[in-house]
């Protein structure tokens, strides 16, 4: 994520937490007495966030020095030391709680996509994540997708073009709405790939028969039409100079279902709960004495 809309995003999270001042600290705490915090793990997962950490400490107070001893993407178990870090006390108690929400919930989406990537490793299927994401965090979220593993679907409306449901239903049919996308990049310039989400068989060959689409996205498909939706994608390449389109499977997966889905040769399946049905990794910021 670029750093200036980090720091964006770090302004509004002090000004949440707090406003006029932590009084509570304030209170009690001398303005120039030093300590030492540390970033203790209690669960097991995947670190992330360690990153943004950082930022958001030189964002508060620069003259803050971390001794970092973990890095993103680390595998790590509790009792584990991430970093300390050491400053003015009363800028390690103003940090601790905003820098301790995002890094629970980066490391906590980098231990699940982390999870579901290794069930299909040895498939060639990489997980994705959707849109599915916290509003104002989508870009971290996403980050945290790839730390463990994961791969990162379009990051909004704005970086490709996926025809769902309604857009088709809307357009008229497969064929309408593919026809305007690609007529509609042409017009304005713009090098989108474009995917198209479909709901039968007989769609997956109208979406075909136009040679337009870069990827397909089954939805709601069974394992077993799954398989039948691949060879026949497959089968139209081999007959179309090889032309190679992506496909996606979505709709429904689980964890227990994943591999069923993988197996079936899909170059990709998206799982929404990689970042909307994800349980923080616990772990807290503790004073040194």
């Not at 705490?29 to 915090?37: H, K, V």
């Not at 971390?66 to 300390?84: C, N, T, Y």
């Not at 997708?145 to 909004?156: F, K, L, T």
Request: with cysteine; proline share 2%.
């Amino acid at each position: 994520m670029d750093k200036q809309e980090l720091r964006k995003l770090i302004a509004i999270w002090f000004e949440e937490d707090i406003r006029d001042g932590d009084h509570t600290s304030l209170s009690c705490i001398p303005p120039t007495q030093m300590g030492c915090q540390q970033l203790i793990i209690k669960d097991t997962g995947v670190l992330a966030g360690v990153e943004v950490a950082k930022e958001i400490i030189n964002y508060f107070d620069p003259e803050c020095r971390m001794e970092q001893l973990l890095h993103d993407g680390d595998l790590v178990k509790p009792g584990d030391i991430a970093f300390r870090v050491y400053g003015k006390e009363l800028s390690l108690l103003q940090i601790e709680r905003t820098m301790l929400n995002i890094m629970q919930r980066m490391s906590g989406v980098a231990t699940t996509a982390h999870k579901y990537q290794s069930l299909i490793a040895d498939t060639g299927c990489h997980v994705l994540d959707t849109r599915k994401t916290t509003p104002g965090l989508r870009y971290l979220e996403k980050e945290a997708v790839a730390i463990g593993g994961g791969m990162n679907h379009r990051i909004g409306l704005f970086d490709m073009i996926l025809l769902k449901d309604n857009h088709v239903d809307f357009a008229g049919g497969i064929t309408n709405a593919l026809t305007r996308a690609r007529d509609y990049c042409k017009e304005k310039g713009k090098d989108l790939r474009i995917e198209i989400e479909v709901r039968s068989f007989d769609e997956i060959r109208e979406a075909l028969a136009t040679n337009i689409p870069d990827r397909i996205m089954l939805d709601n498909f069974s394992p077993e039409k799954t398989k039948e939706a691949v060879d026949i994608i497959r089968t139209w390449e081999q007959a179309n100079n090889g032309k190679h389109i992506e496909i996606e499977s979505s709709g429904g997966i689980t964890i227990d279902t994943l591999r069923d889905y993988a197996v079936c040769g899909v170059d990709f399946i998206s799982v929404g709960a990689l970042t909307h049905s994800v349980k923080s990794l616990d772990m807290s910021f503790k004073a040194v004495k």
